[in-house]
């Protein structure tokens, strides 16, 4: 297993210059918290959304396919969805074969993404858990390369390519606003900023992985259910990031499947930005008020995923 302490601001920085020709730099949009009826001040979105895939994702997935040696079997990988797709795109981007194994709660948009990347996809069971357990299975079978979604050193230095671009083009923030699943999103940012801005976690009351790990002092089982069931839900965060995390996450901030809804609504209905369940997580905190920034501190928000079907141009 990889030292956390080789997922830092170095490693990161030469894992974006491999990945950089295969993604996206996603755009940095201001936008006044009196917009959405709060108390005026300036809020930054990074719209990671706009990400190949759909998601962040893909940054770790090119990240694994690049860095790692893939065998002729390909790769295979167990998601939610988001990462599922990341890697099905990677894949087929550089020509490896792919199965992903997602469960029945997967939204059909990141479903219909994983089948039109060309990837084999495969359901298995309920919840990411059974999804992760029947790859598990598969890889000591026929031999393919396993991507993890979030414990994987490569995955980390990936996803802190995030924050490399943010501090590039919003050097001054105080605060980010970061969802929080497994973790490697999070994991990687806290990396590279380690400690320099204030890190922010936010996870949905349904799925509260990291608030469990903080309260237990290590990774522990949590409950994974909730509107954001297929992208912020795994069994636990992992290992890897939780050490980064305990360091350089100031807070966990719970909100609920209402306000992570409203998020959703607002920044359609305000900003015309599409975010799943998931990717308007982040949001939910400051809108709902379970986040309050003080009188002149520079917010940002990571918008880290759009897959969903909530927007509807055929109805």
């Not at 009826?37 to 895939?53: C, D, I, N, T, Y």
């Not at 606003?177 to 320099?196: E, N, P, Q, T």
Request: glycine share 10%; charged share 15%.
């Amino acid at each position: 297993m990889t030292a956390t302490t080789d997922i830092n601001r170095e490693q990161i920085a030469a894992t974006e210059v491999v990945i950089r020709p295969h993604i996206r730099r996603t755009p940095l949009i201001q936008a006044d918290l009196a917009d959405f009826g709060l108390p005026a001040a300036r809020v930054m979105f990074k719209l990671e959304m706009l990400q190949h895939s759909g998601s962040f994702k893909a940054r770790g997935a090119f990240a694994n396919l690049l860095l790692r040696q893939v065998p002729e079997a390909g790769v295979v990988a167990a998601s939610g969805g988001n990462h599922g797709a990341a890697v099905a795109y990677a894949a087929q981007q550089l020509g490896v074969p792919a199965t992903i194994f997602v469960p029945d709660i997967t939204s059909p948009a990141k479903a219909e993404r994983i089948s039109g990347y060309g990837a084999k996809l495969v359901i298995a069971g309920n919840r990411y858990a059974d999804a992760l357990a029947a790859s598990e299975a598969h890889v000591a079978q026929a031999g393919a390369l396993a991507v993890h979604a979030y414990d994987q050193a490569e995955t980390l230095l990936g996803q802190g390519s995030v924050a490399l671009e943010l501090e590039q083009d919003a050097p001054d923030i105080d605060t980010l606003l970061v969802a929080v699943g497994g973790g490697g999103l999070i994991g990687g940012i806290a990396a590279w900023y380690a400690g320099r801005t204030r890190i922010v976690a936010v996870e949905p009351e349904q799925s509260p992985t990291l608030h469990a790990a903080f309260a237990a002092g290590a990774p522990v089982d949590a409950p994974a259910g909730g509107i954001a069931a297929d992208s912020l839900a795994p069994r636990r965060v992992g290992s890897l990031m939780f050490p980064i995390a305990r360091s350089h996450v100031e807070r966990v901030v719970l909100v609920s499947d209402e306000a992570i809804r409203q998020a959703q609504a607002a920044l359609w209905s305000r900003l015309r930005l599409v975010a799943e369940p998931g990717g308007a997580a982040a949001f939910a905190a400051l809108l709902s008020g379970r986040y309050r920034p003080a009188a002149g501190e520079r917010i940002a928000v990571l918008v880290c995923g759009a897959n969903t079907t909530a927007v509807n141009f055929d109805s």
